[in-house]
């Protein structure tokens, strides 16, 4: 049983092509994972066999190819519906990424629920692509961006969010754990609180979808968007699971081939779900590389993998506690393996930029959050946010890097 | 000294380490000489966009025809950078700003601060000289 087997990253790192390269001379230490991960050779070959021997366009053509073409793009759609346990297959729409998703619903749900008045409610944590569509809805509509405030550890202020839903938003949109602090959000609790006034919830899943079990149905979010990239999968690829009776209410987003189903100059009578919102050619390769990447990852057990990564993370902090030089930026109880800090009173583009040159991948800046950086009041912060393949070692090596630096730069 | 002797200068410091890490040394070394912007022009009318760090340059015409900068960064690495532009744009004439190209900052390794994503802004500050040589020219010629 895969559920009792220990995972070490040591058990997965060749598998990866990628982490096998030096750069300036020095192993790479890709600590990036929150921006996009590395992909296995096994989804590589995937996409390469895809069109190697597969390639057509599906659901129109009635020869060999697009028959099998479509069969393993509608098989890819079953298995994803099974592993996230949606009820209904043609709940799972694909998409370009988390913020097409996101765009989708702001766009479509936006434009017939949401009216001048209107709250639409978020937190404080989200990254720009759960805000920014939001917040442009609202201007359009007239309508009213309610904020959750962040405690100063990087938590969901839920005192607040319960004073915010007394506004009666017309839905609640939150990241489910943050690409910044590292956090789990208590969703399961805020989604429950929104569904006793009947606000739907949406729930961005970019960060989570590689580290954490999902069960959509006992969930009970009404949506859920996640991008392939950050799951081991490949770029251009995402995808929107809406309930049904959300998704059957909604206008299309998007018009054109494949989403139709009877067409006349006058008028178009539009397919059903999930094809409704599937306009034009799908990126049928990165489906398929989508669903070999989240086969591989649960293949060891995802529990088994968020354990190693809760132990690694932990092991970090420590290390990075006994260098007496660290500024954490947030400490949520409930924490992934992300982590947002600064070194000593060094800029972080200045510590980034050292880090790098030592072969370590980091990120520097605001990530994509610019208001949640604005309230811890830092300039950017340098994140180092892990993935299964992450080793013992490359913390080492990590710590190593933030020494240097800081010594260089004080 | 020319602008073109100043870039041979700097290449020829640069050319001296292999080590990244020396390069970046010697860049924040170079940070600390900045020419620093007056504290009454370090505002956000001086602040350059694009830039990771914040970056303030002020540029003055002397009455010797040649425009003087002054600049100052929260990173210490991007002072090193903007301190390289002005050693190289600093007491030249408009037209001597405006003709100068950049390829002293790929010969020194620095190439990727030169690409639009890199957020340094290094192409936002080398704009900016150059507007403010342009402004210049404009007021001389007038």
Redesign the interface.
Known sequence: MPAQTVFKAEMVRADFPALQQQV?NRPLVYLDNAATTQKPQVVIDRVRDWYEHENCNIHRGVHHLSQLATEAFEGARQYIAGLLNAKHSHEIIFTRGTTESINLVASSFGNKFINQGDHVLISGMEHHSNLVPWQQLCLSKGAILDIIDITSEGEIDLNHYEQLLAENPKIVAITHLSNVLGTINPVEEMIRMAHIRDIPVLLDAAQSVAHLRIDLQKLDCDFFVFSGHKAYAPMGVGVLYGKEEWLNKMPPYQFGGEMVDNVHFEQTVFNELPFRFEAGTPNVGAVLGLESALRYLHSFGIENILHYEDQLLHYAIKRMESTGKIRFIGRPKNHAAVISFLVGD?????AG??MD??GVAVR??HHCAQPLIDLFNV??TIRASFGMYNTYEEVDILIGAIE?ADA??A | MTIQETEQKIVDEFSAFDDWLDKYNLLIEMGKDLPLIDARYKTNNHLISGCQSRVWLHAELADDGKVYFTADSDAVITKGIVNLLIRVFSGRTPDEVLTADMAFIDKIGLREHLSPTRSNGLISMVKQIKLYAQVYKLKMNN
């Open positions: 300036f060094t800029h972080p583009y200045d930029t050292i040159k030592l520097t800046g300039p950017g240097r260089m730069l």
